[in-house]
């Protein structure tokens, strides 16, 4: 547990930790049978309710698997990380294997290098050496990106483009678990397309729900890192409405998480609002009155700039 938390809020936390919700993890538990039984139920029914509504109703339930992925590497809902690698594993959204995305996020925790290009694995900044190497279309593409209809139209493009990238790479170079990741992976995707199809489910509709579901997680990541000088302050806190919240089960409290990434996504809110003014007196006042604001101001501007401050002043 953090060292600067006072007694009383550690104490208070720890009450949270042994109470039979957070030993139990029913929630979570919930959660997953309600977003797996949700999904075959949709697939399922495909030929009743038609391809339309199937594509729509996919969209919300597949960026919740990837919001339910991101506990389930935290630990939740038990305390072996082979069990929960087994209950994410399933390709739902198809394009991260869960090892992959496992691994690159908990680097990602390293709050010291977070935002810092070619150290944080989930940054969205350019070093020096990226930007003054990239062409102007690149460059536009990147400062696209910075605004949210942008993040939304090119994001998931510039994201699966440099997965691409990172992990052929791997492969050329015989990377032993990258094979055997990607295999295991891709098997598990043909056995997904097999299923979708015999109930009526084109693969195109699925990888267009997947795509659209990857654009609608980028909402939250859009602007829930900033670069400061002090780790903490780099995390946003935005105090987003309900629909998002559930949506991305609480991430939106992104410092609060970074703080406490073993706090399941139940508590988030609870252990914030208990300690609102101390919150955001620690992250540097880095608050977004939800996601509506976001769009208000950067759907067409950008938020800030491609290239990392520290790169910009080497």
């Not at 869960?98 to 977070?114: G, N, P, W």
């Not at 891709?186 to 084109?202: D, E, K, N």
Request: glycine share 6%.
């Amino acid at each position: 547990m953090p060292n600067y938390l006072d007694a009383h809020h550690r104490h208070s936390i720890l009450q949270l930790q042994a109470t039979w919700t957070a030993r139990s993890e029913w929630p979570t538990w919930l959660l997953l049978l309600g977003i797996t039984g949700g999904w075959w139920t949709v697939i399922t029914l495909t030929p009743s309710i038609g391809r339309v509504l199937t594509l729509l109703l996919l969209i919300p339930l597949i960026t919740l698997w990837m919001s339910l992925q991101h506990e389930l590497l935290h630990g939740h809902p038990t305390r072996w990380r082979a069990v929960n690698k087994l209950l994410g594993y399933a390709p739902l959204a198809i394009w991260y294997p869960y090892t992959l995305y496992r691994d690159s996020h908990l680097a990602h925790h390293r709050d010291e290098t977070i935002t810092v290009p070619q150290h944080d694995p989930e940054s969205r900044y350019l070093d020096a050496q990226t930007w003054s190497g990239s062409a102007g279309l690149g460059r536009a593409m990147h400062w696209l990106n910075k605004t949210l209809i942008g993040r939304l139209g090119v994001g998931p493009a510039l994201a699966l483009a440099g997965l691409a990238k990172e992990q052929c790479t791997r492969l050329v170079r015989g990377d032993r678990q990258a094979w055997l990741m990607w295999t295991t992976h891709l098997a598990c995707v043909a056995v997904l397309f097999w299923f979708i199809t015999r109930h009526g489910v084109p693969v195109v509709d699925y990888l267009l729900a997947s795509v659209l579901a990857l654009a609608l997680s980028m909402v939250r990541s859009y602007y829930e890192h900033r670069p400061a000088d002090a780790p903490e302050q780099r995390s946003v806190l935005n105090e987003a409405g309900w629909p998002w919240r559930w949506l991305f089960l609480n991430l939106n409290l992104h410092l609060v998480h970074h703080d406490l990434p073993g706090l399941p996504w139940y508590y988030l809110p609870r252990v914030y609002r208990e300690r609102r003014a101390d919150w955001l007196q620690r992250s540097g006042h880095f608050l977004v009155n939800g996601y509506s604001e976001l769009f208000r101001n950067y759907a067409v501007r950008p938020v800030d700039s491609p290239l990392h401050p520290r790169s910009a002043c080497a």
